[in-house]
């Protein structure tokens, strides 16, 4: 089985489409672009990272470029997962959004997110190395954060307003919390600190049009493979404020002849995939140096 991967926004660094630029697939960063009223070729190759950071240009330039690479790449696959903003990207490339919805749902999203990280400021943190016995006890004793991602074993994100994280932070060595670190991101994303976005992004995903699709995708919400003709407005919904499953996405998946491609930027998800499934092959297509390594089906 050949799994598509489409990473989050936390992959994004600056410059990051400056190597795609001649390339023929550079025309869906236009496409994107004409649909969002953004010079998408600028702000993947020249934006400073003060204004690609900030959330509305973060999702949407990841977004962007996952699609490019994905047409570059011309894979065919047998199901697709995506990581918080990436299952956004799986859903185009399993043809379940087009790319107009998806480029609208995106942008809806993302300035929802960013509004409500000024109403609400948090942030993020990756805890590494910590046992599940020990990220619960901290937990219970900071009961303003919560998970936001399961990324893989030993690598969890927390999400909570900036007073709690600091105050986690200050009290990690006597939790046992041995590398606790902040993650440049702007809010708390997938925590209930994102509540007052829902309601925007609801109503875009109730007006968009989800199609059965070509392959599954892999709902983060619930670690489980649907197709487009699940009630995928209500799973990207409860995904705002949900924790994003991706350890146990990759973990259900059935069989052993697991390989996986990573159509986006920063080989993010190539490293966790690594840390979930030794086993299994896995390769970035993050440049167009990428391309001639091929991939294997």
């Known amino acids: 089985m050949l799994v598509a991967l489409f990473p989050g926004q936390g992959s994004l660094r600056p410059g990051m489409g400056t190597a795609w630029l001649e390339h023929p697939s550079s025309a869906v960063l236009d496409q994107i672009g004409g649909y969002a009223g953004i010079d998408l070729r600028r702000l993947t190759t020249e934006a400073p990272l003060e204004e690609l950071v900030r959330t509305d240009n973060a999702q949407l330039a990841t977004f962007a470029l996952s699609m490019m690479i994905a047409d570059a790449a011309g894979v065919e696959a047998d199901l697709a997962i995506g990581h918080s903003l ?25 300035q929802a997110m960013a ?20 990220l619960r006890a901290a937990l219970a004793a900071h009961p303003g ?22 105050a986690l932070r200050a009290d990690a060595k006597a939790l046992g919390l041995r590398k606790v670190v902040p993650l440049e991101v702007g809010g708390a994303f997938h925590s209930p600190l994102m509540a007052s976005a829902g309601p925007r992004l609801r109503a875009a995903l109730e007006s968009a ?21 699940h009630d995928w407005a209500t799973l990207l919904s409860e995904q705002l404020t949900g924790t994003v499953r991706f350890a146990s ?12 491609v990573e159509l986006g930027p920063g080989g993010v998800l190539a490293g966790l995939i690594k840390r979930i499934v030794p086993e299994a092959s896995c390769r ?3 440049e167009p140096a990428d391309l001639s390594e091929g991939v294997q089906t």
């Open 284 to 286: 970035s297509i993050g």
């Open 86 to 110: 990436g299952e956004y990207s799986a859903l185009v490339f399993a043809d379940i959004l087009s790319l107009e919805e998806g480029t609208h749902l995106v942008m809806e999203r993302g």
């Open 115 to 134: 509004q409500a990280s000024i109403e609400q400021p948090g942030s993020l943190v990756a805890v590494l190395g910590a046992t599940p016995e020990i």
């Open 209 to 229: 049009t989800f199609h059965l699709g070509r392959i599954p995708v892999v709902a983060n919400i619930d670690a489980l493979a649907h197709t487009g003709s």
């Open 249 to 260: 996405s990759v973990g259900n998946l059935p069989g052993d002849d697991l390989h996986f």
């Open 145 to 166: 954060i919560v998970v936001a991602n399961e990324n893989a074993p030993g690598q969890t994100v927390l999400a909570g307003s900036l007073v709690d994280l600091e």
